[in-house]
């Protein structure tokens, strides 16, 4: 067959327009047609998204991606009981099916006395711009996206002869536009971009031990992110570091963690304050409401509302106007986070932060989640410990949120005399949660957000260390 | 719902045409590049969940899209579409194109649908199977763990199935369908009392129809596991910390060979030689004992796959042979570049992923020492037989697995329950401490799936108990050389 001839092949900018449908209109009309075939309450969610990316690896470009998908997610109610279907189909006989789907399954499942779309009256959406959006993030044109993931790489690779390899440099952009719908007349609706860009270099020392480690910077406008060179930069320091590693012997040793990891432990008070492991007493945090759970010096806040964030939303998975929680103040557990189904279940009120996928219940979701900022420099906190260890990783999964036991793999540096001596690694770290949150004695002044969690660095003490 | 097992599935459902196909490589292939492939994937699934003995969660979904991947020397380009209308293809197959700038090449003339393996020949997949048996499926876990032990408090049992078909068809002239079932149970349960708590989760399944959880492996199997797991964790003690002799039990601590090696050995990695293992092909990395292989033809198996998602037929590969580094998973990509064989390998989460290599079912084959003995050998050391996930740095090799059902031995005997905790050791080198191998092979239930770079596949991993005579464990208590305080 001849080749298909087309007219030319520039890098495009911008993603083709797709066929336009009125998003919102799909949604309500969804909602409309479950009422009609007979639920008591219906809900439904329209996703949108475009995404780019692109990775450079020794200076060629290595892969280059360019897409958009939608998709749609119903859930229907008659009275207590409940159904989801989702589709990435939106031809009139895929939403049909769809919907004749979620009508049928909903008999199988049971009547839940605490299942159902939330009140009327608590529906809605902050007012205002949220500075959540922004064009810009596809405005490079092709060549210079290409450029920023290459600089960023390059910028690693030139930072030391010891550098020697690389994973690569990226760039990323995507946008999301997201609709919600339901039987209550709530029709909501915003938009989302992205862009990041990362660099992966690879170092080796003279005996060829290799060590790799990795940098990024994510923002929602292109005009915020990070140069290239400064994260190239970046990632090249924190893997030099890593070079000529040692295993240590077992000990109990207070422990710093920096702020990519702190965030870690702050994700599993997030998981212990989860409405969901509450009400099935999956947390050791259940019934913990009032009392002393960490430290003093532990705020921890969970913010939806804060303008640009990565965590941030006018409204959450259900519909409900996103807010500003203070989770624990001073130590003192002050509430757990909700979404409207776990706020029944515990005689409490939502904090939306409901986060709906296109199928199945609503889970719950942090806003802007961090741990408010203490008042010593890292520098500082690691200055103070005579025989210490730093931890700039984290492997593995090994927390367990029912009993609060904590066994995790870990690289990072030992601390000597308040200074980084030397790089450590194929050592574990362990205690129990119950009481390293009691024991967090240290909370730096270094929060910055690199996603919607975020931590500044923390110090730990009554570790155990594992090594020979 | 359109979800039935068929041949042709995309030509019946979205009128496709041995032509539409040529025109949509000449198009990805329309600025020059080596090889271009589509992927067309038709995903339906259901999953179900029961809390509280209710069925709190139903839920169904479809979806569909088409990949399209130009490759060029190194370079890959990628874009897909969930809209199955021509236009939209072609508009992906000339963004993909985008990566290659040359003369337009001219593409294939027909397609060879090479023979593959018919390893999950279910009539009724399970997408199509009436929702009433699975929700029973459930509630009977559900009724089988609260009655293990009034101990239990809460018992979360869940359903999941897929039904996948897919087509893929390249410019080599590569043509390969197959429709892919997947179906899994798990059980999960918390014990509590006064002073103590514990957690349990098991579960199991693989390609298989709903029938296959009316045979060995029925809801009440899983629902007892997961009780007996959490029942055991109320009297768990602290685990020991440091280097010590470590024993696995068979089965799931196969997730062992995963991370240790498995990772390590995929042919990206190497070709690139950011892996651990890179230039190591030929050495020793394993106790003479240790044969290591990534098998994906095994029947009915979570892992296994008739063709892998660049259509080429799966195979069993050895990756470690009497100790000795035999070779490397691959795909397309990689096989080309190195001058390798193409193992099958080539594996991805959805048409919207460019696909890489990946695992099937990894394991150890079994060696000859009696289980017993191996547990008699050890003086002091960790007897661990259920894990849940672990992690892997692939550059520099090490690597954590999480033990959450373990026992000390003491004296060659079995005694307490310990705490969960992690292991951790370096992958080139962890296998060569391996001084027992069991007789005992087993592989998993089939609940693993494996992340790498962003996405997710099912996964098998089987080992026999094997003795490892040094590895660091991640614990909390205190050791003394008599044994481990508390």
């Known amino acids: 067959m001849p080749p298909l001839v087309d007219s030319d092949f520039e890098m495009t900018t911008t993603i083709e327009a797709k066929p336009t449908t009125d998003l919102k209109h799909v949604a309500t009309d969804i909602v409309t047609r479950a009422m009609n075939a007979g639920a008591s309450a219906a809900e439904c969610v329209v996703r949108e998204g475009d995404e780019f990316s692109t990775s450079v690896r020794l200076g060629q470009v290595e892969t280059l991606k360019e897409s958009g998908s939608r998709s749609i997610g119903v859930r229907v109610f008659f009275e207590q009981r409940a159904a989801s279907t989702y589709s990435s189909d939106f031809s009139a006989a895929g939403i049909e099916r769809m919907l004749k789907s979620a009508l049928e399954l909903a008999k199988i499942t049971s009547e839940d006395p605490y299942a159902g779309i939330p009140e009327a009256s608590k529906l809605g959406s902050l007012s205002g711009d949220l500075d959540l959006y922004h064009e810009d993030v596809y405005s ?50 915003y938009r ?78 997030f998981e212990g304050v989860n409405g969901d492991s509450v009400y099935r007493g999956a947390s050791f945090l259940a019934g913990k409401l009032g009392e002393q759970i960490a430290s003093p010096n532990v705020t921890v806040i969970d913010d939806g509302t ?21 989770v624990v103040e ?14 029944k279940k515990l005689g409490l009120e939502t904090t939306a932060n409901a986060s709906r996928g296109l199928a199945g219940t609503p889970g719950i979701g942090p806003g802007n989640y961090f741990l408010e900022p203490g008042g010593k420099t890292p520098q500082q906190i690691i200055g103070e410990i005579k025989d210490g260890l730093y931890v700039t990783e984290f492997l593995g999964h090994g927390a367990n949120l029912v009993t609060g036991d904590y066994s995790r793999g870990a690289s990072g540096l030992w601390i000597v005399n308040g200074e980084l001596a030397y790089p450590v690694e194929e050592i574990t770290v362990a205690g129990n949660l119950k009481d390293m949150f009691k024991n967090i004695s240290e909370v730096g002044t270094d929060l910055e957000f690199r996603g919607s969690v975020a931590s500044p660095t923390i110090r730990i003490d009554g570790l155990t260390v594992g090594g020979e | 719902m359109v979800t039935s097992q068929q041949k042709h599935f995309f030509f019946e459902h979205y009128g496709l045409t041995n032509q539409d196909l040529e025109n949509y490589l000449a198009a990805a292939l329309s600025a020059g590049g080596d090889y271009a492939d589509l992927y067309f994937e038709y995903l339906t699934s259901t999953s179900l969940m029961v809390d509280e003995s209710l069925v709190k969660s139903a839920s169904q979904g479809i979806s569909a899209g088409c990949g399209v991947r130009v490759v060029s020397g190194e370079r890959t380009g990628y874009a897909y579409t969930d809209d199955l209308s021509p236009q939209r293809i072609l508009h992906a197959a000339r963004t993909a194109a985008l990566i290659a700038s040359a003369p337009a090449k001219s593409t294939v003339a027909g397609f060879q649908e090479k023979s593959a393996r018919s390893l999950y020949p279910v009539t009724l997949p399970s997408v199509d199977a009436d929702i009433t048996a699975k929700v029973e499926l459930l509630m009977r876990g559900d009724r089988t763990a609260r009655a293990y032990d009034p101990r239990i408090k809460e018992v979360r049992a869940s359903y999941a199935d897929e039904l996948r078909n897919i087509l893929v068809v390249g410019s080599d002239g590569t043509f390969a369908e197959d429709s892919q079932p997947l179906a899994r149970v798990n059980v999960s349960c918390i014990a509590k009392t006064e002073k103590t708590s514990g ?48 024993v696995l039990g068979p089965g799931w601590p196969g997730v062992l060979l995963h991370e240790a090696v498995g990772h390590g050995l995929e042919a990206d990695f190497n070709r690139k030689k950011t892996s651990a293992f890179a230039g190591l092909i030929g050495k020793r990395v394993a106790s003479e004992k240790c044969t290591v292989v990534d098998n994906g033809t095994m029947p009915w198996r979570r892992g296994s796959l008739n063709v892998d998602d660049e259509g080429q037929p799966t195979q069993e590969t050895v990756l470690i042979e009497n ?39 990894t394991y150890m084959l079994a060696g000859l020492d009696d289980p017993g003995d191996i547990i008699r050998s050890v003086k002091n050391g960790v007897y661990a037989v259920n894990f849940g996930g672990g992690q892997v740095d692939i550059t520099n090799g090490k690597f954590v697995f999480s033990a959450s059902e373990a026992y000390l031995i003491e ?21 060569t401490r391996v001084s027992m191998v069991g007789n005992d092979l087993k592989l998993d239930e089939g609940v693993g799936t494996c992340g790498k770079d962003g996405q997710a596949v099912p996964v098998g991993v089987g080992i026999p108990t094997i003795k490892i005579d040094r590895m660091t464990v991640g614990g909390t208590a205190r050791k003394d050389p008599g044994g481990f305080m508390q």
């Open chain 2, 199 to 246: 957690r349990g989760t098991s579960g199991g399944g693989g390609r298989v129809a709903l029938d296959f959880f009316f045979g060995d492996k029925t809801p009440e199997f899983f629902a007892k596991e997961a009780a007996r797991q959490a029942i055991l964790q109320l009297d768990a003690r602290e685990a020991p910390a440091g280097d010590m002799e470590v």
């Open chain 1, 330 to 343: 001073n130590g003192i557990l002050k509430s757990y986070l909700l979404n409207t189904y776990t706020a």
């Open chain 1, 192 to 269: 989302r971009s992205y862009c990041s860009v990362s660099s992966v270099p690879i170092a080796q020392d003279e005996n060829g031990g290799m060590q790799r480690d990795y940098w990024y910077s994510v923002a929602r406008s292109l005009s915020k992110l990070d140069s290239a060179e400064s994260v190239g930069k970046e990632a090249a320091r924190r893997t030099l570091r890593r070079l000529g590693a040692r295993k240590v012997k077992t000990a109990h040793v207070p422990v710093v963690l920096d702020p990519m990891v702190a965030a870690s432990m702050l994700e599993h008070i």
């Open chain 1, 306 to 326: 804060i303008p640009g964030g990565f965590g941030t939303s006018p409204f959450d998975g259900e519909g409900i106007p996103t807010r500003r929680t203070v």
């Open chain 1, 140 to 189: 490079l044109p092709g060549p210079d996206r290409i450029d920023y993931a290459r600089r960023a790489e390059k910028a690693a690779l030139d930072a030391d002869p010891r550098i020697k390899n690389s994973d690569g440099g990226s760039f990323d952009a995507a946008t999301g536009h997201r609709v919600l719908a339901n039987s209550h007349g709530f029709v909501g609706e």
């Open chain 2, 411 to 431: 004296d060659g005997q079995i005694t307490a329950p310990i705490k969960g905790a992690t292991l951790i050791g370096n992958g080139p080198d962890v296998l």
């Open chain 2, 323 to 361: 100790g000795i580094l035999k070779g490397y998973l691959s795909d397309k990509l990689s096989s080309k570049l190195m001058g390798l064989a193409d193992t099958g390998n080539g594996r991805r989460e959805s048409y919207e992923h460019i696909p890489m290599p990946r695992m099937t079912n």
